[in-house]
């Protein structure tokens, strides 16, 4: 079955770095990639999705890679605020979601 | 609103009561799944349904057990509880157009 693996578990920037988040996936019929951010206390939300077909999608301040042929893909946030902390996982889908075992973002002021 | 839920959000319960996690969803979806998740902390899959009268056991062992009569509705039950289930326990239902999987807001669970 899908194996997904996440790194890093634990990211600390300065307000207005950039952070990265990657992951690895290991079946290569996955298709689908979306990422969910987690507050403290609140449920998962989706924030950006990637679909096998695409390499790279942006949506304001994150973006998203895709690398089909190494099987990795990776999060990308700019110029990261203090809301931005949270717990944020990556998924493969290839009949059901894989999560990743989540990376915990800090933002500091 | 189309949407999922869960109640309780909260419960604090001795051990070796039963209890029961309700989840609901009102977006028609077929696949539907329990993850057990201590709070930050990775998810966990515990059980999942692809519809009506299909259930599954997940990834982590788990003591409890699921069911699902109707396609809404996917409780989750406890015969009896013990301080090692002490957790958060989220539900989650995915369509079949998007492949996008909704979370319910959660149950926190504490048991004494």
């Known amino acids: 079955g899908e194996n997904v693996e996440q790194h890093p578990s634990t990211l600390s920037v300065q307000e207005g770095d950039s952070a990265v988040i990657k992951c690895t996936y290991s079946d290569s019929a996955s298709n689908y990639f979306p990422w969910y951010k987690q507050e403290l206390g609140k449920r998962p939300q989706l924030i950006i999705d990637i679909r096998s077909n695409v390499g790279e999608k942006k949506d304001q301040r994150i973006a998203v890679t895709l690398n089909k042929t190494a099987k990795h893909f990776s999060l990308h946030i700019t110029e990261t605020q203090p809301e931005d902390s949270a717990v944020y996982f990556c998924?493969?889908?290839?009949?059901?979601?894989?999560f990743g075992a989540g990376t915990r973002l800090t933002v500091k002021p | 609103e189309a949407d999922i839920y869960q109640t309780p959000r909260y419960l604090v319960i001795g051990t070796g009561k039963k209890i029961t996690l309700e989840c609901s969803q009102t977006?028609?979806?077929?696949?539907m799944y329990w993850y057990q998740q201590d709070p930050g902390m990775e998810l966990h899959l515990i059980h999942y349904s692809y519809g009506v009268n299909s259930t599954e056991k997940g990834d982590l062992s788990s003591e409890s057990t699921v069911s699902r009569i109707r396609t809404e509705h996917f409780p989750l039950t406890l015969e009896s509880a013990r301080p090692s289930h002490t957790s958060q326990y989220l539900c989650?239902?995915?369509?079949?157009?998007?492949?996008?999987?909704?979370f319910g807001a959660g149950t926190r669970l504490s048991v004494l």
């Open positions: 977006m028609g979806h077929d696949k």
């Open positions: 998924a493969a889908y290839h009949n059901d979601m894989r």
């Open positions: 989650a239902s995915k369509g079949p157009a998007k492949n996008i999987q909704y």
